[in-house]
């Protein structure tokens, strides 16, 4: 049976306004398992499913229909955001000038350096590293340009634990990676 379109919207609403209370895109896996049992458990949620689904179908509707959503919308920034995010980040004009999926290459104004940017969450800054360092080795217009290299983590206005986004930034800086978290 198809679930109404207000009642849908009332489950992503609840389960959104859940996730945002219990900071979801900061969970590891062992606490996204209990979010999802809770959620299940919540009459509110899995028991409004199951008027609509079969038992066993509620946990894979949750989080494939409403927390991939949830989580996709967190991590989406606008190119115009990340644009003036990054010129605020070092008191300098920038406009893009290539993008590829979640890899942004900007064109600092005053410098003339090139800046490569992919955006992620801190859970997987590793993979915004990897696409941009593959990025720059797959790009020739790239090579011996004088560039700089930023991630930009989205947390989606959760704040990181405390101390980490301190000791992520150190640490890229020491490779030449910049870091603004949003």
């Not at 996204?32 to 458990?41: C, E, G, K, P, S």
């Not at 930023?150 to 990181?160: A, D, E, N, S």
């Amino acid at each position: 049976m198809r679930i109404p379109d207000p009642v849908r919207n009332e489950l992503i609403e609840r389960v959104f306004r859940i996730a945002d209370d219990e900071g979801y895109m900061l969970n590891n896996r062992v606490e996204n398992t209990r979010f999802m049992d809770r959620l299940v458990a919540d009459p509110e949620v899995g028991g409004v499913l199951l008027r609509f689904m079969e038992e066993e179908k509620v946990r894979t509707y949750i989080k494939d229909g409403i927390l991939n959503q949830y989580t996709k919308s967190k991590r989406t920034v606008t190119k115009e955001g990340l644009r003036a995010a990054i010129c605020d980040f070092y008191n300098e004009d920038c406009a893009l000038i290539g993008q590829k999926n979640d890899v942004y290459v900007f064109r600092m104004t005053q410098t003339g350096k090139t800046l490569v940017v992919a955006t992620g969450t801190f859970v997987k800054w590793e993979t915004a590293l990897r696409k941009v360092l593959l990025h720059i080795g797959a790009t020739p217009l790239l090579q011996g340009l004088e560039m700089k290299k930023m991630l930009v983590i989205l947390t989606g206005g959760v704040p990181l634990p405390a101390g980490d986004e301190e000791i992520l930034q150190r640490s890229l800086l020491q490779i030449g990676v910049d870091v603004l978290v949003l």
